[in-house]
């Protein structure tokens, strides 16, 4: 069993920065693909990032390139999301998940993670 902890949400206003970590249990961190979900008022989840096992690659959603970096920790067992020049559009529940089996590259799709967090929500005023 895997826990994922989220936190590092809160409120900004448009063009600020905030950095959401994940704190995951576990003794085999750095063999789990990571990655972040957002999910907005009356929308569905989206992939906002992701990174392959050995954290040499990342994929974004196309909106948030250039704005947010994933990364990760295995020292800490902590994955984080940078985001920075945050616009209202990206208010949302911030959610880490882990792929803790049989993948080393990005996973994309949310059923393609089987631990999810709680959730974190940021909230971006304009």
């Known amino acids: 069993q895997v826990q994922l902890v989220e936190s590092g949400g809160g409120l900004v206003q448009a063009g600020g920065s905030l950095r959401l970590s994940c704190a995951a249990s576990g003794r085999t961190f750095s063999s789990y693909v990571m990655g972040w979900f957002r999910q907005a008022p009356g929308k569905e989840r989206e992939f906002v990032a992701g990174?392959?096992?050995?954290?040499?690659?990342?994929d974004y959603l196309d909106s948030v390139k250039g704005r947010f970096t994933i990364s990760t920790d295995n020292a800490k067992n902590t994955v984080y999301l940078q985001m920075n020049s945050l616009k209202p559009e990206d208010t949302a529940v911030y959610y880490c998940?882990?792929?803790?089996?049989?993948?080393?590259?990005?996973?994309?799709?949310?059923?393609?993670?089987?631990?999810w967090g709680q959730g974190t929500q940021v909230t971006v005023s304009s």
């Open positions: 998940a882990a792929r803790t089996y049989g993948a080393v590259v990005v996973v994309t799709t949310a059923n393609g993670y089987n631990y």
């Open positions: 990174i392959s096992r050995s954290g040499d690659s990342t």
